[in-house]
């Protein structure tokens, strides 16, 4: 079953578009998948998104998501806000370069 969209979807996604980030909306795949695929400096970003402004209790990762994020090999992001998500952009490396 798809889940909801958190209510800063939307700000978020518009603005990672805005500095130039490709976004893919993933949320309605449901059964843990992240919300949202984003292409950035020629890499790929997993971003769950998580509403800052709920209680604690009500950010936490779902179990479909504990297991989704749990047996992914790949890379995974959780953002809580605009602010994480643009750092989180910021912080990716160019295709050309590489770190372990």
Not at 23 to 29: D, E, G, M, P, S
Not at 50 to 77: A, F, N
């Amino acid at each position: 079953m798809p889940k909801k969209v958190d209510k800063n979807q939307v700000e978020i996604v518009a603005a990672l578009r805005k500095m130039g980030a490709s976004v893919q909306h993933l949320h309605a795949i449901g059964k843990g998948c992240p919300d949202i695929l984003a292409g950035i400096k020629n890499q790929n970003i997993l971003i769950e998104i998580k509403d800052g402004k709920k209680p604690l209790s009500k950010q936490k990762l779902t179990p479909d998501q504990i297991k989704w994020h749990t047996e992914w090999r790949g890379q995974v992001s959780i953002v809580k806000s605009v602010d994480d998500a643009i750092l989180l952009c910021m912080s990716v490396n160019t295709g050309n370069e590489f770190t372990t």
